[in-house]
């Protein structure tokens, strides 16, 4: 993938940008302009398919992390890592950061931006509760986690953050500090 296109940086891999049977990419090199890769963009390639190119249960290409093995019930972020797809994190893993990390944290086995403001993973199963720092869900977080989440924040904290696209979360019992949603 070009760092730029006609004097313009590349800085998306949009969602489909890359869907169908693309087995012929056997290995796949992204610019750190790059801030966004959509949703299993590489998961019908050559690339995602060679056992060679997972590392301790993540696909990264150079800062970029693509995929987590959902086997893996414990990873750590790589402290260069620039960018995580959207949905590679699935929900069954515990994510951990090394405090070095450059735009991620991680607490309870949630990952969040480093500032606490976004929350990127909310682990399956976990009963780990969202600190009102958090003002926006990324994407996804919610499609294989638990039935239910904890929200530190009263009920009007809660519909006060930015939901994303997590529809999976009309599923799950919600619980504020002054209220249970259903």
């Not at 730029?4 to 169908?20: M, S």
């Not at 056997?26 to 299993?40: F, L, M, Q, R």
Request: overall charge negative.
């Amino acid at each position: 993938i070009p760092a730029e296109i006609e004097g313009y940086p590349v800085v998306a891999i949009a969602d489909g940008a890359l869907q169908g049977e693309l087995w012929f990419l056997n290995n796949i090199e992204i610019p750190d302009s790059v801030t966004y890769i959509g949703k299993n963009e590489f998961s019908e390639t050559g690339f995602y398919d060679n056992d060679e190119n997972w590392e301790n249960g993540m696909l990264y290409s150079g800062n970029h992390l693509i995929a987590v093995d959902e086997c893996y019930s414990e990873v750590t972020i790589k402290p260069e890592t620039l960018t995580i797809a959207k949905g590679a994190l699935g929900g069954s893993c515990k994510l951990l950061t090394d405090e070095a990390t450059f735009n991620y944290s991680s607490a309870n086995g949630m990952l969040f931006h480093k500032d606490k403001t976004v929350l990127y993973h909310y682990p399956m199963g976990s009963n780990a509760k969202i600190p009102t720092t958090v003002t926006r869900f990324d994407d996804y977080i919610f499609e294989y986690s638990s039935e239910c989440v904890v929200y530190e924040g009263t009920y009007d904290q809660w519909l006060a953050i930015d939901k994303g696209d997590n529809s999976g979360l009309d599923d799950i019992l919600v619980i504020t500090k002054d209220c249970c949603i259903v």
